[in-house]
């Protein structure tokens, strides 16, 4: 069964950092494209980052480009987010997703994490 | 970007009720076009794929069809686990983008 589990969240200060995990299992991870999708507080769905299997390929929404960075170590099956010079707009549950055509970046995401959130507040 | 427009943004219905729900795409995307469906407090899951593929797993009473700007998720009669919110979603092009949703509720 596919898992995907992340952590990493909570509260920051106006101008913080902090670096989202997701824990993958159950599937090859290395070639798979992944993706981070965020919803704010009773809010919709926005993509916010995507990144290729072997992790030479990024892609960012405008909202976040030169503040958020994704990565991911596949030796150890985890994806990560890496979120500086945080905003009170960036406050939502961070969920990351597997993207379902292998390492096309992209597409649609299944399945997704449980989601882990993040308050931008001081 | 290409913008998502789903309609109605909420819709009230009963069980065995018949529903569909629309999405209009900014310009043409072919055939990328997802459906999902969340439910509060729970992330969401995917329904509908390439327009008119159901996912592994779920149930076919669902049904999508469209292709180039208009969309329809079609809901063929509602069981009470089908009350949610549904997303429609282009991957036609970066950034890939969302609908604002509807919310598909008890009559």
């Known amino acids: 069964e596919v898992q995907l589990f992340e952590s990493g969240g909570g509260l920051v200060q106006p101008g913080g950092s902090l670096r989202l995990s997701c824990a993958a299992s159950?599937?090859?991870?290395?070639?798979?494209?992944m993706t981070w999708v965020r919803q704010a507080p009773g809010k919709g769905l926005e993509w916010v980052s995507a990144?290729?299997?072997?992790?030479?390929?990024?892609y960012y929404a405008d909202s976040v480009k030169g503040r958020f960075t994704i990565s991911r170590d596949n030796s150890k099956n985890t994806l990560y987010l890496q979120m500086n010079s945080l905003r009170a707009e960036d406050t939502a549950i961070y969920y990351c997703?597997?993207?379902?055509?292998?390492?096309?970046?992209?597409?649609?995401?299944?399945?997704w994490g449980q989601g882990t959130l993040v308050t931008v507040s001081s | 970007d290409i913008q998502m427009t789903q309609s109605p943004s909420s819709v009230s219905a009963s069980v065995g009720d018949r529903v569909t729900i629309t999405c209009r795409a900014s310009?043409?995307?072919?055939?990328?076009l997802a459906w999902y469906q969340q439910k509060p407090g729970k992330a969401p899951k995917l329904l509908i794929y390439?327009?008119?593929s159901l996912q592994s797993g779920v149930p076919s009473r669902f049904t999508g069809s469209g292709s180039g700007t208009d969309f329809t998720l079609t809901v063929s009669s509602l069981q009470p686990e089908d009350f949610a919110t549904y997303y429609c979603?282009?991957?036609?092009?970066?950034?890939?983008?969302f609908g604002q949703g509807t919310k598909l509720e008890i009559k």
């Open positions: 990144i290729s299997g072997s992790g030479h390929k990024t």
């Open positions: 159950g599937f090859t991870f290395s070639t798979y494209a």
């Open positions: 390439a327009a008119s």
């Open positions: 997703a597997k993207e379902q055509n292998g390492d096309y970046v992209g597409s649609w995401f299944d399945p």
């Open positions: 979603q282009q991957a036609n092009s970066f950034p890939v983008t």
């Open positions: 310009q043409g995307i072919t055939n990328w």
